[in-house]
């Protein structure tokens, strides 16, 4: 019985630093340091936009399908993402840093990552594949102009 006791305030105490994880994202973006928001997911934004020209012109299918249905290819295209999203998720992690410490003198690491995970590498993977769509469809109308 203490075992399954255990394990539920494991959980509970897992939820609670969820719990708090969102509410602080969330009252993040009207707090100190909160250009971040808009600089972060645009920086991302534009290094997909950079890698998504690169696969239309190489002829790649979109980054995030690829991943999904490639299980052959999928290390070496997470390999591939992570070296076009470092850059942006590790000044996402710095900034929330300086942001923790200021705002409430504490650096929670798992807030650190989530928040450091929705502003740089999710945008990252969710528009890289559409850029890639887009450039192939530029790159195709300028070759039949050709």
Known sequence: MGLCVRGRDRVSVVLDMVGRGWDNFLARPSGSLNL???VQPTMAGLLALRAGIQ????GRQG???AVLSNPERRLQLLHEGWRGARTPFIVAIVLDCIYQLVAVR???PLELLFTATLLALIPYILLRGPFNR???LFLHLRARRR
């Open 106 to 108: 504490f650096i929670y």
């Open 55 to 58: 696969d239309a012109r190489e």
């Open 63 to 65: 980054y995030l399908w």
């Open 134 to 136: 887009i450039a192939r």
């Open 36 to 38: 971040r928001f808009i």
